[in-house]
């Protein structure tokens, strides 16, 4: 079965500091990759999507994830974070079957 | 253009009885897809419309029903409440997932619904 792995349900960094959360997917078959944003009592937004070209891909508020076909990976990442980065990231593999799913997620808190 | 809405915000239902949650996806968006969310499963997929059909489902049980009317506009149904069942539900729509260029998922806030 189709999986996708969020590694690490909580990260604590530093302001300034960089981001890594790591997404991590099981299929031979090529998927579409997104990464979602979710704020406090708030719906999930799209910080960055690939579906074809370029492996890196840039997003909203200075985040970016490169997609790596041969670890099967899609991490996201910000060199210098911000204190209102904190929320909580999920990552969203889909796949051509429209079998989609979406990472525990990631809950990022940012220590000033 | 106006995004997804979702109502009633907040809900408070006690067990057995049963819910209607609803979703007004973005205009020109056919697709409706519907996830739970809760501390201890993540967000988990529930089921997807498109074009009034359900084009696929989660691993939930038959409690758990929904509907797309001709608008797209969707609703979901939860019958015999389970306290389990509190949950942050979420409504994504999006213009035709699954097609050659993949559009992404717009989320609504949400409908937090609370068993007692």
């Known amino acids: 079965a189709q999986s996708v792995t969020q590694l690490g349900s909580h990260v604590s960094v530093s302001e300034g500091a960089l981001v890594l959360l790591r997404c991590n997917y099981s299929?031979?078959?090529?998927?579409?990759l997104f990464w979602y944003v979710q704020y406090p009592n708030q719906g999930l937004q799209l910080l960055l999507k690939?579906?074809?070209?370029?492996?890196l891909v840039k997003g909203i508020n200075g985040f970016e994830a490169e997609f790596k076909k041969s670890e099967t990976s899609f991490h996201l990442t910000k060199p210098s974070a911000h204190m209102s980065d904190a929320a909580e990231y999920f990552c969203?593999?889909?796949?051509?079957?429209?079998?989609?799913?979406f990472g525990a997620g990631t809950r990022l808190t940012v220590k000033p | 253009k106006a995004g997804v809405t979702q109502t009633p915000r907040y809900l408070i239902k006690t067990r057995g009885q049963q819910v209607t949650l609803s979703c007004s996806p973005i205009?020109?968006?056919?697709?409706v897809s519907w996830y739970q969310q809760t501390p201890g499963q993540g967000l988990q997929f529930l089921f997807e419309?498109?074009?009034?059909?359900?084009?696929n489902k989660g691993n939930f049980p038959g409690r758990f029903s929904g509907r797309q009317f001709s608008n797209s506009r969707s609703e979901m149904n939860v019958s015999t409440l389970e306290l389990g069942d509190s949950a942050l539900y979420l409504c994504?729509?999006?213009?035709?997932?699954?097609?050659?260029?993949?559009?992404?998922?717009?989320f609504g806030p949400g409908t937090r619904l609370t068993v007692l």
């Open positions: 994504a729509s999006s213009l035709d997932p699954g097609g050659v260029d993949y559009n992404e998922q717009f």
């Open positions: 299929s031979s078959v090529p998927p579409y």
């Open positions: 690939y579906t074809t070209g370029a492996t």
């Open positions: 969203d593999v889909s796949f051509l079957n429209n079998d989609m799913r």
């Open positions: 205009s020109g968006h056919r697709s």
């Open positions: 419309y498109f074009s009034e059909t359900q084009r």
